[in-house]
C-alpha cells in the first residue's frame, strides 16, 4: 500500500512538473509586464497578482493562434476583462475608469 502511494505522488509530481513546463517564455514575460502595469494603478495582494498572471498568460497563449479572426480577438478581449473584473472585484473600478490602461490589459 505505501508503494502504491510513493508511486501515485512521483506520477502526480511528475504531471505538475510537466505542466508548469509548458509556458511560453515570451509569453511569461508579457503575462508580467500586465501585471506590472496593474499593480502601478492597483495595490494587488499576491493571490490577486497570481490570478491576473494566468489571465494574462491565457491571453498570449489565446492571440497565439493564427487563425482568429477579429471578432474572436474581441470578444478574447471581453472575456480577459469580465475575468479581470471577477477576480479583482470591488478594486476593478480602479482600472475600468482609466480606458487606456484598460486597452493596455485587455488588447
Known amino acids: 500500500m505505501k508503494k502504491i502511494i510513493a ?3 512521483l506520477i502526480f ?3 505538475i512538473n510537466a ?3 509548458d509556458v511560453n517564455p515570451a509569453h511569461a514575460v508579457s503575462a508580467k509586464k500586465d501585471v506590472a502595469l496593474l499593480t502601478e494603478k492597483i495595490a494587488l495582494t499576491p493571490a490577486e497578482e497570481e490570478k491576473a498572471y494566468k489571465t494574462f498568460l491565457a491571453k498570449y497563449k489565446a492571440l497565439e493562434d493564427a487563425t482568429m479572426t477579429q471578432a474572436s480577438k474581441e470578444e478574447l478581449y471581453l472575456k480577459i476583462e469580465n475575468k479581470l473584473k471577477s477576480n479583482l472585484k470591488e478594486k476593478a473600478r ?3 475608469k482609466d480606458p487606456e490602461l484598460l486597452q493596455k490589459l485587455t488588447h
Open 13 to 15: 509530481a511528475f504531471t
Open 7 to 9: 508511486v501515485l505522488t
Open 94 to 96: 480602479y482600472f475600468m
Open 19 to 21: 505542466n508548469a513546463q
